[in-house]
């Protein structure tokens, strides 16, 4: 089983001040989990020893120095940035496949198209990856973990997803229901929100820093393919990653 954890940034409620919300994550393999959450751990105990219970790292919080971050000096913050980030680099496809849909303002009509467009799509790209594995030979369902700080918001979209299909299709290979948990609960949603944001710096801010350095880990059909997990719903002219190649080939 894989499961897929997602995290937002941004806020579909927030036009007035930005011009991108993103809806990104991550699918783990079942059996990477526990290697992820130590690695993890293992990068807390370096970045501030003497703590023993697991810090929920969010990527904001490193990188504007707040509550357990405010002692440490910027280098070390942006050394606990890379280190981090270098846990999503250094795992390999299938154990570990980022996905990400952005929504442009030109794409908003309101907050709850704004969750649906890019939920449904998100669930869909996540659907079809576990088609592909199944095809190539390695069955596998798929779970869903979402923030719980956003359960309500999502709670009733999967809903109407398993009964009725995204605007894409069927998701019949993401099974039961959705599970909510806090950061502090697992690992693998901190590392959905260092996906998130990321892919948000690099839309709202054309800071790349860390988007290239989880780019490669975006689900592909193959090596050196375009990356079909990366998807900007916006009705401007676009030449991102994820529009350059569906506008030469009028692929979605």
């Known amino acids: 089983m894989h499961v897929l954890y997602l ?21 783990v393999h079942e059996g990477q989990i526990y290697n992820l959450t130590r690695q993890l751990d293992t990068i807390q105990a370096g970045a501030l020893p003497g703590i023993t219970i697991p810090i929920a790292f969010h990527a904001d919080d490193v990188r504007e120095g707040r509550g357990r971050f405010r002692e440490m000096n910027p280098t070390d913050r942006i050394r606990l940035q890379d280190n981090i980030y270098s846990v999503i680099s250094g795992s390999r496809f299938p154990n570990l496949v980022v996905f990400a849909t952005i929504v442009h303002v030109s794409y908003a009509n309101n907050s709850d198209q704004v969750l649906h467009d890019a939920f449904g799509d998100i669930c869909q790209r996540f659907n079809i990856f576990l088609q592909r594995s199944f095809q190539s030979g390695h069955p596998a369902k798929g779970l869903l973990v979402i923030d719980q700080a956003h359960e309500r918001r999502y709670r009733q979209l999967v809903s109407e997803f398993q009964r009725m299909g995204t605007s894409y299709g069927r998701i019949q290979n ?7 948990a806090g950061r502090r609960d697992t690992r693998m949603l901190q590392l959905a929100d260092y996906c998130a944001f990321a ?30 997990g990366l998807k900007h719903l ?7 990653e994820a529009c350059s190649w569906r506008t030469s080939t009028r692929s979605r």
């Open 7 to 27: 995290d937002e940034s941004g806020d579909p409620n927030s036009w007035d001040i930005q011009n991108h919300f993103v809806l990104s994550g991550l699918a």
């Open 174 to 180: 993401i099974v039961d229901i959705p599970y909510f």
């Open 199 to 228: 892919v948000y710096r690099h839309y709202e801010r054309a800071d790349s820093t860390y988007f290239n350095v989880i780019k490669p880990r975006f689900d592909r059909r193959a090596s050196g393919q375009p990356p079909d």
């Open 234 to 240: 916006t009705r401007v002219a676009c030449t991102c």
